[in-house]
């Protein structure tokens, strides 16, 4: 059974300063890995998407790396700004299914 | 263009009572899924639709039904709802099980 954790649990960091979130999977054949962002209260919003065959992906201020063969991915997030306080899930996909790790939540303080 | 909608966005049950949530999407994509959240849980996945005809049990089905009625919506459903489904459930979807998945904006069901 793929179990995938996100350390470390709660993060809070001064407006400007990077991010570093990180994401462990057990299972290295997976199919892609995908990084949301969810706000309390609302929706998952999908981040960005790394096929197994990629390295990294890149979207404005994201930047997501996926090493498949040790079961690890790292989401940094430059120049964090107090908007991009939120919780941030790393999902794999295997077979059908996402798995879900269970979320960072950061805060970034103006 | 609304993605994917949710209805209803809060629900109360009594034990035993039955319902439907329901889900659509705009976006022309052939796979549609059911999540429930849950603390401490994460997101765990009840059913699956890859296309349109094709229903399949994911991590956690019992208790729940699912019919996928057209390309656009798929539906779950609660026979008869226990306290354990308290809960707040997400629809996805997606173009292919190999494209990033889009959600809803959730249904908070509780049940009594």
Same mark, same amino acid.
């Given at each position: ?110 | 263009? *609304?993605?994917?909608?949710? @209805?209803? &966005?809060?629900? $109360? ?7 439907? +949530? ?27 639709? *890859?296309?349109?005809?094709? @229903?399949? &049990?994911?991590? $956690? ?7 996928? +009625? ?43």
């Amino acid at each position: 059974k793929q179990e995938v954790t996100q350390i470390p649990a709660a993060l809070s960091v001064p407006e400007g300063e990077n991010l570093v979130l990180n994401c462990s999977f057990t299972d290295s054949a997976i199919y892609n890995l995908q990084w949301f962002r969810q706000d309390p209260g609302k929706g998952l919003t999908s981040l960005l998407l790394i096929q197994s065959s990629q390295r990294e992906q890149t979207s404005g201020r994201l930047n997501a790396s996926l090493d498949k063969s040790s079961g690890r991915s790292t989401l940094y997030i430059a120049a964090s700004q107090p908007g991009d306080s939120a919780t941030y899930l790393c999902a794999v996909r295997d077979d059908y299914k996402l798995s879900f790790g269970a979320g960072t939540t950061v805060t970034v303080r103006a | 263009n *609304a993605g994917v909608t949710q @209805t209803p &966005k809060f629900q $109360v049950l009594k034990t035993g009572q039955s319902m439907t +949530l329901q889900c659509a999407q705009d976006m022309n994509h052939n796979s549609m899924y059911w999540y429930r959240q849950d603390p401490g849980m994460g997101l765990r996945l009840i059913y699956y639709s *890859a296309s349109e005809g094709t @229903t399949d &049990k994911g991590e $956690v089905p019992n208790g729940y039904n699912v019919s996928r +009625l057209n390309k656009r919506e798929f539906s779950l459903r609660l026979e008869s709802a226990a306290p354990s489904q308290t809960s707040v459930y997400f629809c996805a979807s997606s173009k292919s099980r190999d494209n990033e998945q889009f959600f809803g904006p959730g249904t908070r069901l509780t049940v009594l």
